[in-house]
């Protein structure tokens, strides 16, 4: 990767993930804390409107609506607003972003989250010195999930999401908060010394990688109502292993639905309250672990 021009922080994508509304409110009063020599840094509200009203979003998904292709509808608020950052950030934008890092926070059991859209060699020599830094980190993997094309995130060629719970939406948690604001911190100076050249020679990383493979909604009836919930066993279980058979639903009636896969999995985002009407009650992983050494792989095995 070349010099890095500039780095746009965005937090409020999703009106009510306060964490990230907050975040950037309080580096726009102090701008000197994300103030680097090399590069400019860009401080944004993703979705004004949403914020406002205390609501994820107006009309339909801003994390789901910077695929052009993907949308017709041009009166939701979200699209125009999509249009008007790609105008601004995007590649052939006005001031285009070389890198975003998205400010989110999750009602799931996620812990310290970092989403990796992709595993080209600078975005896991970052994600290597983060763990180094944050030991608490857990990497999710999105490719193929597509939020690589449709996320806010998307408008520029490296990104990272900072994902951060279980917090309710619309409410504050001060350790979560300070938690971002260390991981954002961190990545700025990362990026300020990839600009001067100081970055230093570093050891090989072990990193876990809990890499996307798909989703399950819960059961429900022909009229899309619910059935069942996430059994008490898995509820807030996030990165646990869920194997054939496992307890995974429980319906109204006290019923035991098991997990039906073929194969062991790794859910995260479980239960996320915003994910019911995407008809999602979890995502599934692979679990994997890398070897990292200057943004190279040099080991790797399922775990």
Known sequence: MGTIRRVLIVGGTHGNELTGVYTVQHYQASPELVRRSSFETVMILGNPRAIAAGRRYI?????RSFDAHSQT?????????AEALRAQFGPAGTAPADVVLDLHSTTANAGVMVILDQLDSFTLA?????KRRHPEIRFYCSEGSGRGHDSLRSL???RLCIEVGPIAHGTLQADLFHKTTAILQTTLDYLDHHN?????VAPPTDL??????????????????????IHPHRQGQDYAPLAPGDPLFLTFAGMVVPYSGSAVTYPVFINEAAYYEKGIALCTTQKQQISVAGGNILDQQKL
Do not use: K
């Not at 509808?73 to 607003?81: A, I």
């Not at 001067?196 to 230093?200: E, I, K, L, R, V």
């Open 208 to 229: 876990v990688l809990y890499r996307y493979s798909g989703t399950l909604d819960y059961p429900r009836t022909p009229q899309g109502d619910l059935l069942a919930t």
């Open 73 to 81: 509808d041009s009166g939701h608020y979200e699209v125009q607003r």
């Open 126 to 130: 970052l994600a290597a010195h983060l």
């Open 156 to 158: 520029a060629p490296y």
């Open 196 to 200: 001067q050249g100081t970055s230093a």
């Open 59 to 63: 009309d339909y998904d801003l994390n």
